[in-house]
Structure formats: C-alpha cells, structure tokens
C-alpha cells in the first residue's frame, strides 16, 4: 500500500507527530506501523539455544518479522539488511559480542533500514558489547536505538561455579524473559530509544582490577580465543555419533576415524555448541596453567527445547534477501 504523505520514513513521521505533541501520536503510531506493515528482521546467533529461544519467541510477538540466522549468512559477499527493523540476538561471549557477530557487522550492509536493536544473552557479567555495534553501525550513517540484556543459564561447564539448572530454575528464567520480551517487543513496536542496564556481576572486589579484566577478557576474545589450537578434546565416552560435527557453525569440526578433529586452520566461535550438545558428555576442554577447566566434573546446559538440529540448523540458511 502506497502513502500519499511524504515522510522519508516512519521514524521521520513519528518525530513529526511527536513534534506536534497530538494526544493520539501513539495511536497514530500504531495504526501507521500496522496499516504500512512495518518489517522486522531479527539476526540471531545461539550456541546451545538461549538466544535462539529469545529470537523465536521474539518473532511471535512482532508482526512481519523474519528470523535469519547469522552463522548462515556470513559465508555471503553481500549481505544486505531490507527490515525497517534490524535487531541482533546473541550470547554475551567473554563480556562482549561473539566472533561470528562481530564478523557479520563487519560486512553487513545496513542502509536501507531504519531502527536497530541489540539483545545479548548471558548468565549474569556486565556486558560491554553494544557500543561495538553502535560503532560499526556508525560508519554507515546508524546507530543502535535499543539495547537489551537478558540473563539466563550459563552454558559454560569449565567454569567452576557452574551448574546444570533445576527445571524450577529454568521456569523461573523463562517467565523472566518472557515479561523482558514485553517491554522489548513495545520498544520495538513503537520504534523507541531504550538501554538496558548493562552491569552484572563483577571478578573481584578490587575496582582496577575489574577495570583490565573488563577490556583484557574482550579482546581476548576476539583477537585470540577462536584461534587457540587444542581447546577441546574427547575422551574414552566418544561414541563415534558426529553430533558435534553437525551442531558445529564455524565448521571446525570434521570426522576421521569416527572421532572428532577439532580442525587447526578453522577458527572456533567459542559458541560451546559441540561441548553441550554431545550426548555423552565426551567432550572436554583442556586445563592450562592459568586456569582449570572443570569439565569433567560438571554437567552440560542446552535450552530445555532446544535441539541439535537447531543448532545445526542455523547454518544452512538459504538467503533469498542477500
Ligand atoms: C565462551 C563463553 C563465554 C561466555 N562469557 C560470558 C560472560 O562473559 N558473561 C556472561 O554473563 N555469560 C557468559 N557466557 C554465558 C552465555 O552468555 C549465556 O549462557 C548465553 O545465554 C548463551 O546463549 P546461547 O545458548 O544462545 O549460546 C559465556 C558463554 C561461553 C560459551
Ligand atoms: S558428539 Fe560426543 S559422542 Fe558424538 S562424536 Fe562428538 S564427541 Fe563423540
Ligand atoms: S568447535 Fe565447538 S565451540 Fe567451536 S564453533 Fe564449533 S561447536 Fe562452537
């Protein structure tokens, strides 16, 4: 359906309104976005599934919104955003955004939309990954409108605090993040600016010490931990099954001899993917020096629906919008 107004879009018409102060701008909002179908794409990376459970559930709560995952598309030359709404789900990764994620902003083409938005998943650190996306945004005339953060199951067993949730646990962190998808779906709907509240728990009790290890961790993260050879193993409980193989988005993952090769020329997302969705727990990750790896005494944590196949899923993505 064409306009007959000439606004250049619907956030120039929503200033308009707003400018005018009219008593019905949020009616008139509404009734525009719906009659004028606005469209949403929701990019979205997930390691064991929480982000993906974020990403879906967000997708039934907006009208004309797409899911595309981000692992799928990243392999493309030319990646061009079409929604008038872009949003990016994903798992906070050593305090900030993953390697697939920020690979992706580095290639994306974002022009021809609007408003942007970031959900990041995590099991409960300060998250300092939006102003990396804000940045990329930037060089393209962007910004991010809206930032969120929401907290549920730690998916990573070297830590030694971690612990597999009990069902009570998880049905807490879904009724948590169902009441966060209301406020970011009316966010979202309404085109407004929102930042969430980024802090979380800290390393330790002393202020400079948080200070290097909030900005070593990050660029650990994505300048060495994909590249470190050796990370994982599996042990005598490898039955051969190659479900790691398959749940594995970077593709560092190969069979030979019915055992998995942890390809040394292949960087890692450090997604943990394979780590948790091994059925018999087989997969380790080796201790160094500077710190212990408690994988062989703790459990395993994929989203209680998620499935491999899911995961694996996003992989595969055949982009007709590119
Ligand atoms: C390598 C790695 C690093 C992580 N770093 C953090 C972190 O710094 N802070 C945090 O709160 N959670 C961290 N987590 C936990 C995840 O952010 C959290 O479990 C997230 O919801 C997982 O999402 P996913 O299931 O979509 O992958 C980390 C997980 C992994 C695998
Ligand atoms: S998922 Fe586990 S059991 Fe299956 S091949 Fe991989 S390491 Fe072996
Ligand atoms: S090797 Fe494991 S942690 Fe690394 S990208 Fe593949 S599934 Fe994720």
Redesign the pocket.
Known sequence: MKSNFHFKNKKELGAVLRTYSLPTVETLIKTYNYLFSMTTEIYYFS?TGNSLYVAKELQKLIPEADLIPIAGVLKSDNIKTKGDNVGFVFPCHGLTIPIPVREFLKKVNVKSSDYFFAIATRGGTIFRGFPIIDKFLNKQGKSLNATFVINMSMNDPKLKSFTVPTKEESKDIEINVQQKLEVIKKTIIHQENYQDDISGVTFSRFGLFNYILERLIPFLVHRVAGKVKNY?YSDSKCTGCGICEK????Q??TMEDNKPL?QRNVD????????NFCPTEAIQIYSKIYMKSYTPERGRYPHPYATADDIAGQKWFINFIV
């Open positions: 390691g994982f749940v594995c988005p970077s560092k993952i942890w890692c997302y450090m997604c943990y993917a394979c780590l």
